[in-house]
């Protein structure tokens, strides 16, 4: 089985290869710093998964989150935002976009690790029905 691909996205550097350091272990990791980077990433080369900050120049993860949640092309990857904000309104409109879960900053990685297993999972059945779906048609 090939390793689950992660997407982290974040403006800042120290946390995309903190993440990156700590996913890379088990997932195969790509990074971007910006919004219209990801959105680029994801078009080439769909990940199972994306981390996206909120809080980010040009356009930010609420904005990118909206896109690739309405694009039935990417609307299936889980989309955990992670964020310094940490107000129950924040995780309100991040829901509200469609993401999929939300961690705040500073990262706990055991919580980390057990929201990528269970939503990579879940987009793996997701992923089956899919296919069985298109088998059926």
Do not use: W
């Amino acid at each position: 089985m090939a390793r689950a691909k992660i997407l982290v996205v974040d403006d800042e550097e120290m946390n995309v290869v903190l993440l990156d350091n700590y996913l890379s272990r088990d997932y195969d990791v790509s990074t971007a710093y910006d919004g219209d980077e990801a959105l680029l990433i994801v078009e080439k080369d769909p990940p199972d998964l994306i981390l996206l900050d909120i809080m980010m120049p040009k356009m930010n993860g609420y904005e990118v989150c909206n896109k690739l949640k309405n694009n039935p092309k990417t609307m299936g990857i889980p989309i955990i935002m992670v964020t310094a904000l940490q107000q129950k309104k924040d995780k309100i409109k991040a829901i509200g976009m469609f993401a999929d879960d939300f961690l705040t900053k500073p990262v706990d990685f055991n919580e980390l690790t057990a929201k990528v297993k269970s939503l990579l999972r879940l987009k793996e059945y997701h992923d089956a029905l899919i296919g069985d779906t298109r088998f059926l048609s």
